[in-house]
DNA sequence: AATATATAGATGCATCTGCATGTAATGTCA
DNA sequence: TGACATTACATGCAGATGCATCTATATATT
């Protein structure tokens, strides 16, 4: 049989899974160069300060980030004992808490962006020309 | 100024980070409910597999797959573990040893292949048409 | 050949993740 | 209201990963 669009299904899914991999290394690699932390760092910072002046709950992160309730717990636990967050107790749902951004918090989301701005260009925006992002954002969005 | 270039590369970034992770979860657990083991397994076993009739060394893996030293090293550990491969001892290179594949370790790649198609096409290819599978296989290739 | 350098692979230790489960608070429904 | 299910978050333990370093062999330099 002639299964053409199988084949070229697992190709494209090979070469997405191992350009993806490749791409976070080399990023990771940049931030780690310039002794910044690790990007799910950055995206938890992002998120809490995106979400101002309204402040998340780790269970709203976690649904942003896609990631499990036990990670995020341990990675809040990582930024407070950094000084990057606080944590607020809720008092709509003692069960909670608020996540709040703390100034060296917000500092590091400043030092880090401009590495990883420059880490994105190089290792991926530079390699290609508008039509290919945009036709790549375009076809993402289908997943 | 008009970065737009910019905050569009940033946007495919993002959505391309948290395509792949997602659709790596997703496959994954696709897996795991069929009491498989994980891809990177299947990875190591393939890559054996392919380059039959010859034997690859640990450090020809680690090239392909491109994974840290001592990250195959355990991986294969974990593999010779269960009996999927064996160490050979290299002559032309009395430091290094190759891989040899197990009939269990075949049989594994056999049990698996179909599953994890099923969850690529589910996941993946059955959201594009072929049009988009070769585009993104395209731009992907400039990575 | 003798020495220095590089490469293949393993491993101790600290950190991180996955899994299961625990605790406390909230929501549901009779 | 009381009993039961659900949700938010934490955590003990086992397994996986990152980092640095070790051993052994191979290669390069003189």
């Not at 995106?50 to 709203?60: G, I």
Request: glycine letters at 4%.
């Amino acid at each position: 049989m002639n299964d053409n669009k199988g084949k070229k299904t697992c190709q494209a899914w090979a070469r997405l899974m191992r350009v993806s991999t490749k791409l976070l290394q080399d990023i990771e690699l940049d931030l780690k160069a310039a002794n910044l932390p690790s990007l799910d760092w950055y995206d938890v910072l992002l998120e809490v300060r995106n979400a101002q002046p309204n402040w998340l709950r780790p269970v709203d992160i976690q649904q942003k980030m896609l990631i499990q309730q036990y990670n995020i717990s341990r990675l809040i636990e990582r930024l407070v004992k950094e000084g990057l967050v606080t944590r607020k107790s809720c008092d709509c749902d003692k069960r909670g808490q608020y996540i709040v951004l703390e100034p060296a918090g917000h500092d590091l989301l400043n030092k880090m962006w401009p590495i990883y701005k420059a880490a994105i260009d190089r290792h991926f925006g530079d390699k290609l020309n508008v039509g290919e992002v945009s036709s790549l954002t375009q076809i993402l969005s289908k997943l």
